[in-house]
């Protein structure tokens, strides 16, 4: 035995004993730090007492207009307006002002308030936020915009569905309508003046018709001077308000008139029927006929815009040859006695040979005096039928014929690729509307019944008109728009037109550089030119994130816009936070085997639990991929750590679950700790669109950020570089 090289190994091995168990102390001790850390900085974050500046916001702008609250990542945005909401729909909102008592029973009801957010997965997260704050979010009060307005309110209105006058465009998902507030409310008022082009050229052409009945001259010579007053509305609402006056005076005498007319058209049309029953071969012929014109959904006499609103027959689902027959002959005899008694009244060409038919069992009937009395009916019914014949009953029919004049209105106003867009859509089927449409078309429809009730509120509410009553069920008092940066213009404008018009308390909250879509928002006062009144708060504190990970967000902020961060982190720097790290792995197995290992690392340092850990990745197949392959770990599985795969349409959050998502889903959650995987495929073209994802990503981590990239380090990513493992 060699004693003296035993007693030089028995010394190395108590220094490295020594150095060991002083490396595991400080590892250990390290481990202690940064747990301490962590939980020290989550108490803070997870308090529910707002900031002063938080609380400041909240109380601001109480139903006096728009608010919105601007802010970078964790500095609250969110938060600030959910408790706004919850604020203002509160009892004690009246020690604001007496004036508020008088609707308080309605803002605890469903109309108080309503929540929209542009994704499904963001929706799910901030409903789980919404009601551990003490807010009650349902679906009713809680909606994604996009499926609100494609399944619901398009329907609620009367604009799609079955018999309806539009389908849904499904096509290309390219704006028609920019975000300038010049263009929009342009192509809202040519909407407006084409309409009431439309209407005064109808009440024009009845008021210059000349009456052939003794008793209709008397009766319009009663009415003209009201009828003038039509003609010569400035506006919409004004002609809205004026036509239901005239109605409110006049439609009761008219109709006395009318309905001893409409009963003697019915008596020889009937007559007529008989005759034709007579002919079975004639009358089989006729039924066939208009059993193609049911399926087809067309009435039997093509649509008159003058016809006498009261005379047409309500459509059903079901097919009966009886009574279609009574209707169809009933209108035939109508245009045959119209012509009788002018000629300017003409006969539809597809009807002739059908109307050729009638007149072999007429020859007896007093036609003539029947005609001048429908003449009288028709030219005089739109005078006093109201609002709702003259103008809501008629807008889809109008909105067709003006959505031609789109292409060249947009390429009148120097947007060509738009024009092209309407052009594709226009040929595809005259009856679809784009996405941009949809808003548009609601926008405008709310925006006149909005100016209705601000100018006459008993009109308002005494008119039942379809669109008025969607509109009633639909508005609140009280309107959230979280990541609103996400929106276009034209759907924040959509959105905003429900909240009642007296006091406009909408509050959007969002940050500009966290838009993830190409045709959202780029500046917040594009939305306050169009709308009006309204106010833009910032918020500057930060308490999402550690202060390192926050100084990278910011760096990124800086390079992309070009302007200094706003906000500061609320947290001091400490040696002890988890710093990032970027590593550029290609192969894929390799790359699993890292995350596994950080993975290991999070979980030790939260005492053996999973935190909210979220790996981001570049598009759905790669969330498939990371998610079958991080299953198949068993070290993993043995753990009860759970993988669970999130594709862009989304799904509810479990923290209890390590989430793969796409990228594109991810605006609004946060999470202790985020992977981004591949960063170098995301985007291959557009290196700022490239820094607004990684600055997104960084922004949901609240301590700890891994990434990888594949091959090279994109160059607008080189602010990581410092961070490389």
Same mark, same amino acid.
């Given at each position: ?82 408790? @706004? ?61 996009? &499926? ?71 009766? @319009?010579? @009663?009415?003209? &001077? ?20 005239? *109605? ?121 005096? +029947? ?36 292409? /060249? ?23 679809? +509307? ?7 078309? +609601? ?19 005494? &008119? ?39 006091? &406009? ?114 598009? /759905? ?42 990228? *594109? ?56 570089? *410092?961070?490389?493992?």
């Amino acid at each position: 035995i060699d004693v003296e090289q035993l007693l030089i190994d028995q010394q190395q091995a108590l220094e490295l004993g020594k150095q060991l168990s002083a490396a595991e102390e400080q590892q250990l001790k390290e481990l202690y730090e940064i747990t301490r850390y962590i939980r020290e900085n989550n108490e803070m974050r997870m308090q529910a007492i707002l900031d002063p500046q938080q609380e400041e916001i909240k109380r601001s702008r109480i139903f006096n207009g728009v608010l919105v609250i601007d802010g970078g990542p964790g500095t609250g945005k969110t938060t600030t307006l959910i408790q @706004r909401i919850k604020f203002l729909i509160d009892d004690t909102i009246v020690e604001y002002g007496e004036q508020y008592r008088k609707f308080l029973p309605e803002l605890k009801e469903k109309k108080g308030w309503i929540f929209f957010s542009p994704s499904p997965l963001l929706l799910g997260y901030l409903r789980n936020a919404m009601v551990s704050e003490g807010l009650a979010a349902t679906d009713q009060s809680s909606k994604v915009w996009a &499926n609100f307005l494609n399944n619901e309110l398009m329907k609620n209105y009367g604009f799609v569905g079955t018999d309806r006058p539009f389908k849904l465009y499904s096509g290309s998902e390219k704006q028609v309508l920019p975000n300038d507030p010049l263009i929009i409310r342009k192509a809202l008022d040519a909407f407006q003046q084409f309409i009431l082009k439309q209407i005064k050229d109808r009440l024009q052409r009845s008021a210059e018709v000349d009456i052939l009945v003794e008793d209709g001259k008397v009766f @319009r010579q @009663r009415i003209n &001077n009201d009828i003038l007053g039509l003609r010569q509305a400035s506006d919409l609402v004004r002609l809205i308000v004026n036509a239901d006056e005239v *109605e409110k005076n006049y439609k009761s005498d008219f109709e006395k008139i009318a309905k001893e007319i409409r009963s003697l058209l019915q008596r020889e049309a009937d007559t007529v029927l008989v005759r034709l029953k007579r002919d079975r071969e004639v009358y089989d012929r006729v039924g066939k006929h208009l059993k193609e014109l049911f399926d087809k959904r067309q009435p039997a006499l093509a649509e008159d815009d003058d016809e006498d609103s009261d005379a047409e027959e309500q459509r059903t689902n079901i097919f009966n040859e009886d009574i279609e027959i009574r209707n169809g002959v009933r209108n035939w005899v109508r245009a045959l006695a119209l012509n009788n008694a002018s000629s300017a009244e003409s006969i539809p060409e597809k009807q002739k040979d059908w109307i050729e038919i009638v007149k072999k069992y007429v020859s007896d009937l007093s036609l003539d005096d +029947l005609g001048r009395k429908l003449h009288f009916l028709k030219y005089t019914s739109p005078l006093v039928q109201g609002s709702s014949a003259l103008f809501f009953t008629k807008l889809t029919s109008l909105y067709k014929k003006f959505r031609k004049t789109l292409p /060249d209105f947009l390429n009148n106003n120097n947007l060509p690729s738009a024009s092209i867009v309407m052009k594709d859509v226009l040929k595809s089927d005259i009856a679809k +509307l784009h996405y941009d449409e949809r808003n548009y078309l +609601l926008l405008f429809v709310n925006e006149m019944i909005r100016q209705l009730q601000k100018m006459n509120a008993q009109a308002f509410t005494s &008119n039942v008109h379809p669109y008025v009553e969607a509109y009633k069920e639909q508005q609140r008092f009280v309107l959230g728009i979280d990541e609103a940066s996400d929106f276009s213009l034209i759907e924040l404008a959509c959105m905003h037109s429900f909240s009642h018009p007296s006091y &406009n308390c909408t509050t959007l909250s969002g940050d500009l550089m966290q838009r993830m879509t190409n045709s959202g928002l780029t500046d917040w006062k594009l939305f306050l030119e169009l709308v009006g009144d309204g106010e833009i708060r910032y918020l500057s504190v930060s308490y999402r994130q550690s202060p390192t990970l926050l100084e990278l967000a910011k760096r990124f902020y800086e390079v992309v816009t070009g302007n200094k961060a706003k906000y500061t982190s609320y947290s001091l720097q400490s040696p002890y936070e988890p710093k990032p790290v970027i590593k550029q792995i290609s192969d894929f197995d390799e790359k699993m085997e890292w995350i596994t290992q950080k993975l290991f690392k999070i979980y030790k340092t939260y005492g053996n639990r999973i935190p909210s850990i979220a790996i981001f990745v570049p598009d /759905d197949e790669a969330v498939m991929k990371v998610t079958k392959s991080l299953r198949h770990v068993e070290d993993l599985a043995d753990n009860g750590i759970d993988i669970r795969g999130v594709t862009r349409d989304g799904a509810t959050i479990d923290k209890s679950q390590i989430n793969v998502y796409n990228i *594109e889903a991810i605006k609004g959650l946060e999470f202790e700790a985020v992977f981004f995987i591949d960063v170098d495929g995301i985007s291959e073209a557009d290196d700022q669109l490239l820094q607004k994802y990684i600055y997104v990503g960084i922004s949901r981590a609240a301590y700890y950020l891994f990434v990888t990239y594949q091959n090279i380090l994109p160059s607008g990513l080189n602010l990581l570089k *410092e961070y490389e493992e």
